[in-house]
């Protein structure tokens, strides 16, 4: 059987490599993205362009986003050229990136009213895992839907998962990073205080790493607080986005977290100081200098 067309939006660090495993794998794209070289790039390696999302989605069977916000997600899809007003009946969209469940679910109530599905599939690991096809992809959607996507994302993932009802896999995504980025604000204020009040971080580390506390985000924080390694490619920022999107989940469900609130304003308040682009265990520096 011949391969899917698929449309790609998104060559950013981690776009870029999906698009490249995919082109590498036999499959024809057509891409978009405002970074002209990563265009270029996909070109180069036979993809063709397309001057709007509209004109995109017509041409292929598989739309995929790796997008930064559910606001540029919405804005793509609900342009008047937009991949709403070109998608073809019985195409799919597929959005890799972190978005708001309940914006998902409405961007799938109105492509199903024009024939075509959705899933939500966002992504664990890295950009280097993106380029080998390794990545962890938490799939959520009709399962007819799923089963129509699954040969591909399974060239794209080591391990794809299907997690249910369209916007299962973004509120698994956003659970995960509340988990991950509290625990990261935590610890590095735990090797902040510690620094402040003489107890010797690494001696810190030792003693707590052989206690249940010990986890890979323990070992990303006591690389860059003790060691000055900055190894965990999540940024401030996009920590702060994901922790925002959690809030608004947990509103959505008539709930609330008082525990991610607190990450949340730290996480913003490294962020209005400038650190947004950093790694995130690099709230160490602010909590570092942080004075009552």
Do not use: W
Request: glycine share 10%; with cysteine.
């Amino acid at each position: 059987m011949s391969k899917p067309t698929i449309g790609f939006i998104g060559l950013g660090l981690m776009g870029g490599n999906m698009a490249e495993n995919l082109q590498n794998k036999g499959y024809d794209l057509i891409v978009m993205d405002l970074n002209k070289e990563a265009v270029a790039a996909c070109v180069s390696r036979g993809a063709k362009t397309a001057s709007t999302a509209k004109e995109l989605a017509a041409g292929s069977d598989i739309v995929m986003f790796c997008l930064t916000t559910s606001a540029v997600v919405e804005k793509i899809v609900y342009a008047e050229d937009g991949i709403l007003a070109g998608i073809k009946e019985g195409a799919v969209l597929v959005d890799f990136g972190t978005s708001i469940p309940s914006s998902t679910k409405k961007i799938g109530s109105d492509l199903a009213a024009k024939g075509a599905g959705m899933i939500d599939a966002p992504l664990g690991r890295t950009p280097a895992h993106a380029k080998d096809g390794l990545l962890n992809i938490m799939a959520a959607g009709d399962i007819d839907t799923f089963n129509k996507v699954k040969p591909v994302l399974e060239d794209q993932g080591e391990n794809v998962f299907h997690l249910g009802e369209l916007g299962a896999g973004h509120t698994t995504k956003l659970i995960n990073n509340f988990m991950g980025m509290t625990t990261v604000c935590a610890m590095s204020q735990a090797f902040a205080v510690a620094d402040r009040a003489g107890v010797d971080r690494q001696q810190l580390f030792d003693i707590m790493s052989t206690g249940p506390s010990n986890s890979p985000f323990m070992q990303f924080c006591k690389n860059y607080a003790v060691d000055n390694v900055s190894d965990l490619g999540f940024s401030i920022a996009n920590a702060n986005k994901d922790l925002g999107y959690f809030l608004q989940m947990v509103e959505d469900l008539g709930t609330e977290s008082k525990i991610a609130e607190g990450s949340s304003a730290n996480l913003q308040a490294a962020f209005d100081a400038g650190m947004g682009q950093g790694n995130v265990p690099e709230i160490f520096d602010y909590f570092k200098q942080l004075n009552k």
